[in-house]
């Protein structure tokens, strides 16, 4: 009787319109080329660090990368930061006056830090450490040596501001991923341009990966 239940639930659920909307679905901004170059890039690391994520959303790429780490005995402990409320103003204004971008950034406003971090334990992430905080004001030495990070903040000021900051407390060997440093213009593109004038500023040759991920990756000597 109760797979017959179930079946009778599940047959007027798929018939009823609601349907796509309750599904199990993780909605990613990102290719499985992309995640997996991100995964992979995360475990060649050797040396001791933490794996940062900063602009997590609603928390997918987070959550991939966690159970990699599981699935592969990583022992590195995770940190996220986001505004969990969109782009800050300033942040908009800069596109905008200095960029002549006409968009309006309204997205992400509808995220919670309490249920990015529910997100996660739902999927047996329960020790990862989650801050809202604009990640041009957050004092990165509470993070210690930083082995990988996954940057993804979209706009120039922010990523501008925090690129010289995370290379500072990366290891030897450590690397920071870029998103949004495609070549091709698009309202995110503030992002690529403070990634390229980064790498011309330190002597870096660029390095660009599907299509957008921009690396930067710390000599090992």
Same mark, same amino acid.
């Given at each position: 009787?109760?797979?017959?239940?179930?079946?009778?639930?599940?047959?007027?659920?798929?018939?009823? /319109?609601?349907?796509?909307?309750?599904?199990?679905?993780?909605?990613?901004?990102? !290719?499985?080329? &992309?995640?997996?170059?991100?995964?992979?890039? =995360?475990?060649?690391?050797?040396?001791?660090?933490?794996?940062?994520?900063?602009?997590?959303?609603?928390?997918?790429?987070?959550? $991939?990368?966690?159970?990699?780490?599981?699935?592969?005995? +990583?022992?590195? %402990?995770?940190?996220?930061?986001?505004?969990?409320?969109?782009?800050?103003?300033?942040?908009?204004?800069?596109?905008?006056?200095?960029?002549?971008?006409?968009?309006?950034?309204?997205?992400?406003?509808?995220?919670? @830090?309490?249920?990015?971090?529910?997100?996660?334990?739902? %999927?047996?992430? @329960?020790?990862?450490?989650?801050? &809202?905080?604009?990640?041009?004001?957050?004092?990165?030495?509470?993070?210690? /040596?930083?082995?990988?990070?996954?940057?993804?903040?979209?706009?120039?000021? /922010?990523?501008?501001?925090? =690129? /010289?900051?995370?290379?500072?407390?990366?290891?030897?060997?450590?690397? +920071? +991923? $870029?998103?949004?440093?495609? =070549?091709?213009?698009? +309202?995110?593109?503030?992002?690529?341009?403070?990634?390229?004038?980064?790498?011309?500023?330190?002597?870096? @040759?660029?390095?660009?990966? %599907?299509?957008?991920?921009?690396?930067?990756?710390?000599?090992? !000597?």
């Amino acid at each position: 009787m109760y797979t017959i239940f179930v079946r009778l639930i599940k047959f007027f659920f798929f018939k009823s /319109p609601l349907w796509r909307f309750f599904l199990p679905v993780m909605k990613f901004d990102m !290719s499985i080329s &992309q995640l997996n170059f991100i995964v992979n890039t =995360l475990d060649a690391i050797a040396n001791d660090g933490a794996v940062l994520e900063i602009g997590v959303g609603g928390g997918a790429t987070s959550v $991939v990368i966690n159970n990699f780490m599981k699935s592969k005995s +990583i022992r590195r %402990h995770f940190y996220a930061i986001d505004t969990f409320s969109g782009f800050a103003p300033e942040d908009i204004l800069y596109e905008k006056d200095h960029r002549g971008k006409t968009d309006n950034y309204l997205y992400y406003r509808s995220n919670s @830090k309490e249920w990015y971090s529910k997100t996660l334990i739902a %999927h047996g992430i @329960k020790d990862a450490t989650v801050f &809202q905080a604009d990640a041009k004001e957050f004092d990165y030495s509470v993070i210690g /040596p930083l082995a990988f990070c996954l940057f993804d903040v979209d706009l120039y000021k /922010p990523t501008e501001s925090v =690129l /010289p900051r995370l290379y500072e407390i990366l290891i030897p060997g450590g690397v +920071i +991923i $870029v998103d949004d440093c495609s =070549l091709e213009p698009s +309202i995110y593109d503030g992002a690529g341009e403070a990634y390229r004038e980064f790498c011309a500023k330190m002597g870096f @040759k660029e390095e660009r990966v %599907h299509e957008k991920l921009g690396v930067i990756r710390k000599p090992l !000597s």
